[in-house]
């Protein structure tokens, strides 16, 4: 995460109470739209686009038929089992939609009969199915032309990561914040992890200001976290304060030393945190080998510089030290994660992740930040993960990522989404557009090819007014959280299963 702010402090709208029962989902387990390894074709010509831009994941793309009214036909490829369906018409123009499904060929049977959907809105159908093709039919209002941005067959999903960065939680507890769940009070990371959660991220600064992510809050963390039934992935930022693309200070106790000596104290330091956790009962199961490293870590020593190509050998040196420090440490090896901000940057990706192949970085997992109003739609992520889980053959995850649940702000500082056009296309910053956000988010990771999707990570969704990203600060992401300004949980708090969302939610 990158903190540079940027906007104007807004007012304090109502916000939505969201509350809903605890979601039988198994952890691990997801719904997700199966039409995203299917195939589409139209019974029309298109306008513009093909049909199979209506299942590629990302409902800012749409299929217009010629006319007022058309149909496309999408083919799993084999009979699945289908929890329901979702559909996101582009703003503009509300249509009239029927689905059917066949099992077998021209053996269509209608499941929703001209349901009248909104334009801009994601809108979920609950149904249990089985099937292989499914048909979705739109007419335009009043004559006009609808396009369709979306249309997702839920069904079961792989087993995923399904994670979230739970380190301001020490924090708010201590300024008295409380999270609630269909006004059940708890912890945040059990309200997570009653919704599927498996995994906590937990950031760790060397020398922070007191109470700032610092190891006894980090061992405090890990230790709720392993209470709730879930994993921990440690984020060492090898600084004593926010390491990001933008900044990366060498911590002030390890100031001066050469390359030889800040590699050893990187090593011994990572060591000594891994057995820390272990000791406790707590093992760090990931580990990322710093955060956020586009242009390198614990400057000016390991500083990238993209434009002479220098620098590569000494972050090589700092990065093959922080593993070897993890394999020093007592029991199993955590994955180890090399962390890429840019997640939509296929270009700049593949040379990040090319330079560290070349000087032998063990790593086991790409990771990567996205945040849409930074780093392009989600069809460029798609190519992207797509792509480095093929030229790397090993698993990609998106370690960082929110979007909003409104524009408004929760205290006096100003918000890194604020305005319209911020948005992606098809996800509208309210509660539902969020949802849809993350259920199409989810269900990209599932389809990267040869099951190398291995899950997401959300970054502070509990992250609500109370605490600042620095001390006397106020926090520029309160509008990017699963929880409302009060700590109640919202609909995407189920982005594991939309239609629950949908069903138990209001405003999903």
Sequence with gaps: MRLALTGAVLAVVCVVPATAARAEVSHGTSAVNLALTGSARTDTAGEGHAAASAVDG??????????????????????????????????????????ATAAAPGRFRVVRDGTRVDAGTPVWFPGADKARWIRLSVTGDAGRTPCVGELRALGRGPAMILGHDLSF???????????????????????????????????????????????????????????????????????????????????????????????????????????????QGTPADMLQLGNEIRNGMLWPTGSIDWTAGTGWDALGTLLRAAAAGARDARGPTPKLVVHFDQGGDNVGSRSFFDHLVAQRVPFDV?????????????????????????????????????????????????????????????????????????????????????????????????WVPGVGWAPGEGTPNDNLTLFDFHGRALPSIDFADPLRASATRPHA
Aim: with cysteine.
């Design 366 to 462: 790409i990771g990567l930040s996205y945040y849409p109003f930074w780093h392009g739609t989600l069809s460029d992520l798609r190519a992207n993960m797509n792509d480095l889980a093929t030229r790397y053959d090993r698993d990609v995850a998106v370690v960082e990522t929110q979007y909003g649940w409104t524009l408004a702000n929760g205290d006096q500082l100003g918000n890194f989404l604020w305005q319209e056009s911020q948005l992606l296309p098809g996800y509208p910053a309210t509660p539902g557009g969020q949802l849809s956000f993350l259920s199409d988010l989810l269900s990209i990771i599932a389809a990267v090819p040869d099951r190398h999707g291995a899950g997401v990570f959300y970054w502070a969704p509990e």
């Design 58 to 99: 990302d409902a800012a793309t749409a299929w217009c038929p010629a006319g007022p009214s058309g149909t496309i036909t999408v083919d799993l490829r084999r009979v699945r089992e289908l929890s329901g369906f979702g559909v996101t018409l582009p703003a503009g123009v509300p249509a009239t939609v029927t689905i």
């Design 169 to 279: 939680a020490v924090q708010e507890a201590a300024a008295g914040v409380t999270y609630s769940d269909r006004g059940r009070v708890a912890l945040p990371e059990q309200i997570l992890a009653g919704h599927g959660a498996n995994y906590v991220r937990l950031r760790l600064w060397v020398n922070p200001p007191a109470g700032w992510s610092d190891l006894p809050s980090v061992l405090a963390m890990a230790r709720r976290a392993k209470a709730a039934g879930m994993r921990v992935l440690l984020d060492p930022h090898y600084s004593d304060f926010w390491a990001d693309p933008q900044k990366q200070a060498t911590p002030q106790a390890w100031a001066g030393q050469d390359l030889p000596t800040l590699a050893r104290t990187v090593r011994g330091y990572t060591r000594d945190v891994l057995d820390r956790l272990r000791a």
